[in-house]
């Protein structure tokens, strides 16, 4: 790995978001794209996106991370130098959650461990004269194998995290695997049992307001048994249920004044009417349907990037969601739709074919154009060495 200095002539600290790369010209048909990176057992996939995908991020100054469970990657998507697609990945340990933490950082739940992920680039430096961002795992928190899901950072540094195998929302510990929060009001106690599947996490105001979960149950693996319409959507604060009915929802997020959630058993994009009055239930509206089972969402302006996965397993079988492929004669998407919130229609798309048919989650990473990521076993984590500057006295 090398790193370079940018080209750039500008005397001014240009920021990777005025890195000097032209807007990707529309193709009349789907780009095909090659990873730039493979792990030591690459999966056979085949990568391609809609012509306006790599000129909405570039516009956006913006890229695309997304994980794969399935494949043990984590994968940036943006535009080279050339406005071209870019597609980096690096292995990761089952990465699952992802958040942005700022400018310049990642926070990943990945396997028994949460990353916290840096940026060591300087504005006018590059890696291979291509990638304006490198992160890097700096703070490795080992938790052990608590099925974390979605992930979260607050102004005060602590990292948050739904443990899924423990029913509850959790800080990271210097001491232990993890520090109890908060849990449902249904769950009796903190116990080894995965027993209603809290999975997503919303953040309002840089603090947990909203989590999702597959039913309320409160005997273990008696999820698997409410994953058709059990789901409920609880207010963390109130620890009150505010939407209930739900199919195997997930990705709860605050956006624009609204709890945005993705009812992945009948593969729709949608948000939550939240109770008004007396009412002490609100309702699911549904915005887009997407041809997959639903996990990973992210916003940009009115769009929303979304996760779609193939549900090829027991436990994504039998739900509304095969009678809508059936009934749109569709075959379900591994990837990420970008959806207008006012039409409900997919206007741009990032698709994989092959052996990956699994996507958790997906984060816009602003401010970065072509950034890549590095993981904690590989070489370049030994050999990419940085340092801060000497502080005068």
């Known amino acids: 790995m090398q790193k370079t200095k940018s080209k750039s002539t500008t005397k001014s600290n240009p920021g990777p978001a005025q890195a000097a790369a032209p807007a990707a010209p529309a193709p009349a048909r789907p780009q095909r794209v090659t990873p730039s990176q493979a792990p030591a057992k690459e999966p056979k996939a085949e990568y391609s996106l809609s012509g306006g995908m790599i000129r909405r991020l570039h516009g956006m100054k913006a890229s695309l991370a997304f994980t794969s ?197 009948t593969g729709e994009l949608g948000y939550v009417q939240m109770p008004r009055g007396k009412a002490k239930m609100g309702k699911f509206k549904p915005v887009a349907f997407c041809p997959g089972f639903l996990r990973g969402l992210s916003f940009h302006d009115g769009f929303a990037f979304v996760g779609l996965s193939r549900p090829r397993y027991k436990r994504f079988e039998g739900l509304e969601l095969d009678q809508r492929l059936k009934d749109t004669d569709s075959e379900p998407w591994c990837g990420v739709q970008v959806i207008d919130l006012k039409s409900g229609n997919c206007v741009d798309w990032f698709r994989i074919d092959g052996d990956i048919g699994e996507l958790y989650d997906i984060e816009l990473v602003e401010g970065f154009r072509c950034p890549m990521t590095v993981s904690p076993t590989s070489q370049d984590a030994a050999t990419l060495i940085t340092f801060a500057p000497m502080q005068k006295t």
């Open 69 to 265: 469970y399935q494949s043990g990657l984590l994968y940036m998507l943006g535009s080279n130098a050339k406005g071209a697609a870019q597609l980096h990945q690096s292995g990761m340990p089952k990465p699952m959650g992802l958040c942005a933490d700022g400018n310049g950082r990642l926070v990943l739940s990945a396997g028994a461990q949460i990353m916290r992920l840096e940026n060591v680039l300087e504005p006018d430096q590059r890696i291979n004269q291509t990638y304006d961002a490198c992160f890097m795992p700096r703070i490795n928190y080992v938790t052990g194998q608590l099925d974390a899901h979605d992930v979260g950072a607050m102004d005060n540094g602590d990292i948050v995290f739904v443990n899924t195998r423990y029913n509850c929302l959790a800080k990271t510990s210097p001491r232990h695997s993890f520090e109890p929060i908060w849990k449902p009001e249904f769950i009796g106690d903190i116990v080894d049992e995965d027993r209603c599947h809290l999975n997503g996490l919303a953040m309002r105001d840089s603090k947990p307001a909203f989590v999702t979960a597959v039913s309320k149950s409160d005997t273990i693996d008696g999820w698997r048994d409410r994953r058709a319409d059990g789901g409920v959507v609880i207010d963390v604060e109130k620890n009150a249920v505010i939407c209930e009915g739900l199919s195997m929802p997930h990705s709860p997020r605050w956006h624009d004044g609204k709890l945005w959630v993705l009812n992945a058993g």
